[in-house]
């Protein structure tokens, strides 16, 4: 069974920081791209960021480009979302996925 465990959301005011992780299991992680995806209040979900099996190919959204960082670690089966410079927009419901399937998010927002 694919488990997806996002963390590391929290309240940040604008301009901060926080590091999201997500510990997957039941499946052959290194096998696969992995994304981020998120979910403001009220709103669909938006795609996020990709990264590819071996970390060479990083893609994001324009509205995240130069703030977030995707990367993942192979061996512990986790991926994170580095996220800097954070904004009101940002405040959103975040989950990691392995394709269409997502697991539990967390919770970022960004207010002061």
């Known amino acids: 069974e694919v488990q997806l465990q996002a963390s590391g959301g929290g309240v940040v005011q604008p301009g901060g920081s926080l590091r999201l992780s997500c510990a997957a299991s039941?499946?052959?992680?290194?096998?696969?791209?992995m994304t981020w995806v998120r979910q403001a209040p009220g709103k669909e979900i938006e795609w996020v960021s990709d990264i590819s099996t071996r970390s060479h190919r990083r893609k994001y959204v324009d509205s995240v480009k130069g703030r977030f960082t995707v990367s993942r670690d192979n061996a512990a089966k986790m991926l994170y979302l580095q996220m800097n410079d954070l904004k009101p927009e940002d405040t959103a419901v975040y989950y990691c996925?392995?394709?269409?399937?997502r697991g539990q998010g967390t919770l970022v927002t960004v207010s002061s």
């Open positions: 039941g499946f052959n992680f290194s096998n696969y791209t």
């Open positions: 996925a392995k394709g269409v399937t």
